[in-house]
T-cell receptor, first 115, second 109 residues
């Protein structure tokens, strides 16, 4: 079956703009999580959605938000972009989420560059 | 929050060599996974192993939950094994994965 699909793969934005990233989980998976990867901070948890509800959120400012649709697809939005938001954004899907004791699968990621 | 430490941070080996990567974590966990990040950035799941031992071809992993560490073994290394290996855990409650800083493995031909 198809894996986790993220779009777009690469994008360049200007400071102050906003960006929306999309993630389609593996069919049947109801949990979608988002992670940010930067050279300085490594991989950090942004938030998790399960059945259209945000279940948990990492330590990121309110400029980072997300949502999940009834078909489990998820979007994350970053408003008022800053240079430090340049990163690889990774989406992960699983049947019941990180705490559910199940395998988590990642997409190929979206590379965001803020100039 | 939970701390995850991976060692060594960098490892350079010749093709055919064996290697052991270690992951220490500071609290009990109910989820532990090993990932290999490919050159394009994707995290490839290697093992879901909160406890016990698993093997998949040339790779195997062992987690000793009571002593809070996990080991990833790579035997007969190939150049395609190069990349960054991450250990990630979930402590419990409503948390996401907490990642270590990774081990950067380079396999030379």
């Amino acid at each position: 079956k198809a894996g986790v699909t993220q779009t777009p793969r690469y994008l360049i934005k200007t400071r102050g703009q906003q960006v929306t990233l999309s993630c389609s989980p593996i069919s049947g998976h109801r949990s979608v999580s988002w992670y940010q990867q930067t050279p300085g901070q490594g991989l950090q948890f942004l938030f998790e959605y399960f059945s259209e509800t945000q279940r948990n959120k990492g330590n990121f400012p309110g400029r980072f938000s997300g949502r999940q649709f009834s078909n489990s697809r998820s979007e994350m939005n970053v408003s008022t972009l800053e240079l430090g938001d340049s990163a690889l954004y990774l989406c992960a899907s699983s049947t019941s989420g990180p705490v559910g004791g199940n395998t988590i699968y990642f997409g190929e990621g979206s590379w965001l560059t803020v100039v | 929050g939970i701390q995850v430490e991976q060692s060594p941070p960098d490892l350079i080996l010749q093709e055919g060599a064996n290697s052991t990567l270690r992951c220490n974590f500071s609290d009990s966990v109910n989820n532990l996974q090993w990932f290999h990040q490919n050159p394009w950035g994707q995290l490839i799941n290697l093992f879901y192993i909160p406890s016990g031992t698993k093997q998949n071809g040339r790779l195997s992993a062992t987690t000793v939950a009571t002593e809070r560490y996990s080991l990833l073994y790579i035997s007969s290394s190939q150049t395609t094994d190069s990349g960054v290996y991450f250990c990630a855990v979930v402590r419990g409650g409503a948390d996401g994965l907490t990642f270590g800083k990774g081990t950067h493995l380079i396999i030379q031909p």
